[in-house]
């Protein structure tokens, strides 16, 4: 069974850079049809999709986000990792990491970890 593990700093001032990493156990992130999302969800609002990394490396990312964001992986820690610069208030929010398979939908995710951006 894979579990997701999100880890980084819980409190970002603006205009930085929101760095989040996400350790996966139980499953290779390189495993065929495996997708690696991002999703965050604001206080109050819904969840908020900002982007993938497929197990070939490729990237896709939310248009609104897209000047923002980057998702990388690193395969020998079977990890990947979100990067989104010039961070704002509205940015505040808790951040998940999640695993989708070709067919099945968000199958699992990491319990989540608030971040807020604050001077």
């Known amino acids: 069974q894979v579990q997701l593990q999100e880890s980084g700093p819980g409190l970002v001032k603006p205009s930085q850079t929101l760095s989040l990493t996400c350790t996966v156990s139980?499953?290779?992130?390189?495993?065929?049809?495996?997708?690696w999302f991002w999703i965050r969800q604001p206080p109050g609002k819904g969840l908020e999709w900002m982007g993938q990394i497929d197990w070939s490396g490729s990237t896709y990312y939310s248009p609104s986000l897209k000047s923002r964001t980057s998702i990388s992986r690193d395969t020998s820690k079977n990890q990947f990792t979100l990067q989104l610069s010039s961070v704002t208030p509205e940015d505040t929010a808790v951040y998940y990491c999640v695993r989708g398979v070709h067919g099945n939908g968000y199958d699992s995710w990491g319990q989540g970890t608030q971040v807020t951006v604050s001077s």
């Open positions: 139980g499953g290779s992130i390189t495993t065929n049809l495996n997708y």
